[in-house]
């Protein structure tokens, strides 16, 4: 079955974003991720009302989605717009409100990569990959020292804390209590691949 909607989900420090990103140049898809939709919720000078409001939330997430796909995806990626000063108005829910709306509409148009938190939990039916890219804590933390310029212990606490709070959302946007690999359709640990190894492996089951 060809799939036209790739969804990547990732512990912090496993490489899922860079994963995603090359599968996207595969497969000629749109790469979409929760950093670019909150880029350009902000560009779009977002306030809460909008995204409180369920049928101003659906606008506003189309608005959005049009602007990623007009920009390119990557550009909005490498921050080719300004601060998020409007992202920092808006609580964790009502953002992550609309960010679940705007990976919903993504799905909907197909020909995408999308790489979040719980993609693989928020869309549903055929043609969709569903992606857990992970690794050893080691290889993590290591990760993330190098990429935030952060010492071992530094970075052991920010993936703590990034796994606790993917966790909490988990459970409390879907009643994840307890992820597990059955939940995925492939699981890539970049313990053992190359991300360039795990971005042909993606293509490959897409296909």
Known sequence: MTRTVVCISHAAGAGGEEVGRLVAERLG??????????????????????VADEERRKSLAARALNAIAQGGGEAWALGAVGPLSSREELDSDDIRSLIRETIEQTAARGKAVIVAHAASYAIHGDGILRVLVTASPETRITRVAEAEGLDQAGAARAVKESDAGRADYLKRFYDVREESPTHYDVVLNTDALTLEQAAELISQAAA
């Open 29 to 50: 898809f749109l790469y979409v991720n929760e950093e670019i939709v909150a880029r350009a919720a902000a560009k779009g000078g977002v306030d809460a009302a909008d």
